[in-house]
């Protein structure tokens, strides 16, 4: 079972809106990740957790707060968001190797949240 | 510089037929991985395929297969008797094992290839 969730499949907010995005996996990896994607592009990565603990943000705007509560979950919390901020927003996991055959880490994808910011 | 490359914007396929999709990397690093991932218009990245730098053999998970050609840091994905449900954004990815001790699980993702199969 590869199955990463997340919830809500489709979300529109206003500007001085605070929602949170949620993900879940059950395969017992240690690894999660937030990515934003716009159209037509590759996924951008926002944040890295290994172990429960932030160990990569790649110089988001705090409007933006990711949280850990426990290794199978993983939340994202938006607020005071700008239209350029709509996108879709993958999470993913992963084993969370990090020696060893650490490059064959497989991150798997949920199916996404598409953010509307009006 | 680009680390992932991919060259063919889009390209359409003959149902049936096999389609070979290109990639190339840049790395110095002498241990890496090299992922093909398949996005639908519905948006979830589905893992296809895996190659480590130091395997032997090319990979292969059933209709796909990796050309690896190491010397030319290449790692071109083959679809076979292509399927309509295979028109999709494919995009290839890499993980280098230095950067995993700098800066921790960090994938590369190149530019994407839109494949629509015809009927």
């Known amino acids: 079972d590869t199955e990463v969730t997340q919830t809500p499949k489709h979300l529109v907010m206003g500007m001085t809106n605070k929602k949170s995005l949620k993900c879940e996996q059950h395969?017992?990896?240690?690894?999660m990740y937030w990515y934003k994607q716009k159209a037509k592009k590759p996924p951008e990565l926002m944040f890295v957790y290994s172990y429960e603990k932030l160990s990569i943000n790649e110089s988001v705007p705090s409007r933006f707060s990711p949280e850990c509560p426990n290794s199978s979950l993983l939340n994202l919390h938006l607020h005071a968001l700008q239209p350029e901020d709509s996108a879709l927003y993958l999470c993913?996991?992963?084993?969370?190797?990090?020696?060893?055959?650490?490059?064959?880490?497989?991150?798997?994808f949920g199916p996404g949240t598409r953010l509307t910011v009006l | 510089a680009q680390k992932i490359t991919q060259t063919q914007p889009g390209m359409f396929v003959q149902e049936k037929e096999a389609v070979t999709l290109d990639c190339t990397y840049d790395?110095?690093?002498?241990?890496?991985?090299l992922f093909w991932y398949k996005q639908p218009s519905s948006g979830e990245m589905i893992f296809l395929i895996y190659?480590?730098?130091?395997?032997?053999q090319n990979a292969t998970e059933g209709r796909y297969s990796l050309n690896f050609q190491k010397a030319r840091k290449s790692a071109n994905l083959v679809i076979s008797a292509s399927q309509l449900g295979d028109s999709a954004m494919y995009f290839c990815?890499?993980?280098?094992?230095?950067?995993?001790?700098?800066?921790?699980?960090?994938?590369?993702f190149g530019g994407g290839t839109r494949v629509l199969v015809k009927p």
């Open positions: 790395t110095s690093d002498p241990s890496y991985g």
């Open positions: 190659q480590g730098s130091y395997d032997q």
């Open positions: 395969m017992g990896h240690r690894a």
């Open positions: 993913a996991s992963s084993q969370g190797r990090t020696s060893g055959r650490a490059v064959a880490d497989t991150q798997y």
């Open positions: 990815a890499m993980r280098e094992g230095l950067m995993i001790k700098a800066a921790g699980n960090k994938l590369t």
